[in-house]
């Protein structure tokens, strides 16, 4: 059974640019988070989606930042006109379903690691 | 708001030393409570987990019991091994109000040497 899959695991932009990231679940997870984590800081929460929707999105940043887990393929968390402080690993985890409601483990992809020059 | 707090790193072990790693948390309701543990250059792997008062998670050696007349889930294990080398986050989620996101800690490098 694969686990959560993000690609690419590195990626390198220029300020302006925009950044592209993917997540796979793990097979049978409708439940997606996007998390971030700066250097020498633990992780904090951006978004959270189901299929076609966003559930909660208290974390992300108001501009340029956003998200979207549509019906067939990954979840997508788009960075657009990037900054330097963009720079950071970004998660992607999942959680199955149970009883109509995620569970509270949440498995983690190995991240991409976005880097702005 | 929910918050975790870890006692700062880095800590360095020798091998078959005795770890503790504090964790203390403040949240509205009654959380679960994690670790998890993560290696260099991998994403987040869960550890142990324990969802209500008095409860021990368990894995690999490692153990943590939530207490919550303290509001602390301190990890710790008996005899650490080179292979722990990692660090380790102490994270917290409330799905009362139908959020699921966890809160973390800001982790905490363990190092061990032979």
């Known amino acids: 059974n694969a686990g959560v899959m993000q690609n690419p695991r590195h990626l390198v932009r220029r300020r302006g640019q925009e950044a592209r990231l993917r997540c796979s679940p793990m097979k049978g997870h409708s439940h997606v988070y996007w998390y971030r984590q700066l250097p020498e800081e633990g992780l904090k929460f951006m978004v959270y989606?189901?299929?076609?929707?966003?559930?909660?999105e208290s974390g992300m940043p108001k501009e340029r930042f956003s998200a979207e887990f549509p019906k067939e393929g990954p979840s997508i968390l788009r960075i657009q006109q990037v900054v330097r402080g963009d720079s950071a690993a970004y998660f992607c985890a999942s959680s199955p379903e149970m009883s109509g409601r995620a569970t509270d483990t949440q498995y983690f992809g190995p991240g991409t690691r976005l880097t702005v020059l | 708001g929910d918050s975790v707090t870890q006692m700062e790193g880095p800590v360095t072990l020798s091998e078959e030393a005795f770890l503790t790693i504090n964790c203390t948390y403040t949240?509205?309701?009654?959380?679960?409570l994690f670790w998890y543990v993560q290696y260099p250059g991998e994403g987040l792997q869960l550890l142990l987990k324990a969802t209500k008062a008095d409860d021990k998670g368990s894995n690999k050696g490692f153990e943590a019991t939530y207490r919550k007349e303290t509001t602390s889930f301190h990890l710790e294990k008996g005899s650490v091994q080179v292979s722990d080398s990692a660090v380790y986050f102490c994270a917290l989620l409330y799905s009362g109000a139908g959020s699921y996101q966890l809160t973390f800690g800001k982790g905490t490098k363990l190092s061990v040497i032979p």
């Open positions: 949240a509205t309701g009654y959380p679960s």
């Open positions: 989606l189901q299929k076609e929707n966003i559930i909660d």
